[in-house]
């Protein structure tokens, strides 16, 4: 619950910083006025971190430029057509953006870029109340035109303007929404919810990158599953990830008291909390997250309904992956992106055969050349994968994969399994067989290739003495 008084001293504080009490000083000798807007207000009422200090004035960028060279490092005009001069000051990275007043004509979500007078007029024109509060410096004055103060104490998102006009104007603002409710732990206002729903459609005007942005956002905050169901529920994942809602229609076989939509948010829950345990100081893995998030999405399109109630999903790994990597190739994700997030769809249910049956070292050597460089992603992926109930069945697998994880540790100590090729090269292959560069060199690397993966080391003379043989069988 937000405790206003230590909120103002938090507040206080900020505008005591070195960086924030410097650029008051100047703006304000230069006859202008500066206040901190948007994000650092809101964090800092709430106690958490401030990050990256954005400010606001009435000074044009011509002006900003000129006040802030003198006590900056360095400064950077790009944003200069929407009023914005970056600068670097006592080492932080600051925004300042004249007031604006733009407007917008409802086809694309690109505004008019029109300058403004007030401050006032400044903060209502923003996605959220609780991210339309400023606090003028160096006076320390709070400007709430909205009531964000009182949205923070109710733990509420809701639109400055009637929530129609304001995401008719930018419906990126709705993806914005599921974002902050996450990051807040907010609920939305219902008015506000209500016009995400209707106007969901108009998210077709908004670039797939833009989405992908804020899609990734969510997916890096602590608990992305309030976002993505205000998403499922407003009719917005459909729009751009349709293949999450269809999960609600089908049962898991393998989760009787679950679909396999709640599953497969339960999955990214478990997830997430392996990741944190696992690499407590690491950036949050979106990657990971969202092959979690995916990782059935092949079930709908593979439901079979079999004699006597069953339902079976054959090859949902698949087609799962297939479907990821059109989807996030859709929404402009970057290519190792793609190849890891459909890689571990792909194999996520390789480790269930593990647990009805001890495999062979090869098995487990096979196990790891196929995972390749995402083979802690798919341990993680796979421990979340378990969501049963039934305490018996949980124990068990966890067992079998804390033994193959062992396995796995005690054939990479012996013969560096991450490194693994055969002992013959490409270039002795040719050599050795007297063949140049060609399908056949391919074929034979792989021969020996499944040599070391099924035995191990056999030294380079037993190899060349198995290619020779593997050869002559194959002439």
């Known amino acids: 619950m937000l405790n206003m008084a230590e909120g103002i001293a938090r507040l206080g504080a900020l505008a005591e910083s070195p960086v924030v009490a410097a650029l008051a000083r100047a703006f304000a000798d230069a006859g202008f006025d500066l ?35 003198p006590i900056s490092t360095a400064q950077w005009d790009i944003g200069r057509a929407f009023g914005t001069i970056g600068a670097r000051v006592h080492g ?56 964000g103060v009182e949205d923070l104490v109710r733990a509420v998102l809701r639109t400055p303007t009637d929530p129609a006009v304001s995401f008719g104007d930018d419906p990126l603002r709705m993806l914005r929404a599921a974002r902050f409710a996450s990051q ?15 106007l969901r459609a108009t998210l077709e005007i908004v670039s797939p990158e833009r989405i992908q942005g804020e899609l990734v956002k969510l997916l890096a905050t602590d608990d992305p599953v309030r976002g993505i169901r ?44 392996l990741e944190k345990s696992r690499n407590p100081d690491a950036a949050p893995d979106v990657a990971l997250r969202l092959a979690s998030l995916l990782h059935d999405i092949g079930k709908p399109a593979t439901r079979r309904l079999e004699p006597g109630g069953g339902v079976t999903f054959y090859h949902h790994d698949l087609k799962g992956a297939r479907l990821a990597r059109r989807r996030l190739q859709e ?23 593990y647990s009805e049956g001890a495999w062979t070292d090869s098995a487990v050597r096979r196990y790891v050349r196929d995972a390749d460089t995402e083979l802690d992603r798919l341990h993680i992926l796979t421990r979340a994968d378990v969501t049963t109930r039934n305490v018996k069945k949980a124990t068990r697998l966890a067992r079998a994969y804390d033994d193959i994880e062992r396995r796995i540790a005690e054939l990479a100590a012996q013969e ?47 190899a060349e003495r198995r290619l020779r043989e593997w050869w002559a069988a194959r002439a």
Not at 52 to 66: E, H, M, S, V, Y
Not at 188 to 198: G, K, L, N
């Open 230 to 273: 205000l998403l499922v529920e407003t009719g917005l994942m459909a729009e751009f990830l349709p293949e999450i809602p269809a999960l609600q229609l089908e049962v898991d076989e393998h989760h009787h008291h679950k679909d396999v939509y709640e599953h497969s948010l339960t999955v990214l829950r478990q997830a997430i909390q």
């Open 92 to 147: 932080e990275q600051v925004e300042i953006t004249t007031y604006r007043a733009d407007s917008y004509d409802g086809v694309t979500r690109k505004p008019t870029v029109e300058f403004g007078d007030t401050i006032e007029g400044d903060l209502v024109r923003r996605d959220f109340t609780v991210n339309a509060m400023a606090l003028r410096v160096p006076g320390q004055t709070l400007v709430d035109p909205t009531g």
């Open 35 to 69: 206040a901190i807007v948007g994000g650092p207000v809101r964090d800092a009422l709430l106690g958490r971190p401030t990050n990256d200090l954005d400010f606001t004035t009435n000074a044009r960028p011509d002006d900003i430029l000129k006040i802030v060279k």
């Open 331 to 353: 929404l402009r994700f970057d290519s190792a992106t793609i190849a890891t997030v459909s890689r571990l769809i792909e194999l996520h249910l390789r480790f269930f055969g």
């Open 416 to 462: 560096q399994l991450d490194a693994m090729r055969p002992e013959l090269d490409g270039n002795r292959i040719q050599e050795v067989l007297g063949l140049k560069p060609g399908r056949e060199v391919g074929e034979a690397y792989r021969f020996l290739l499944d040599v070391r993966l099924d035995e191990g080391v056999v030294g380079e003379q037993e």
């Open 184 to 198: 807040l732990g907010f609920a939305v206002d219902p008015a506000t919810e209500a016009a995400m729903e209707e």
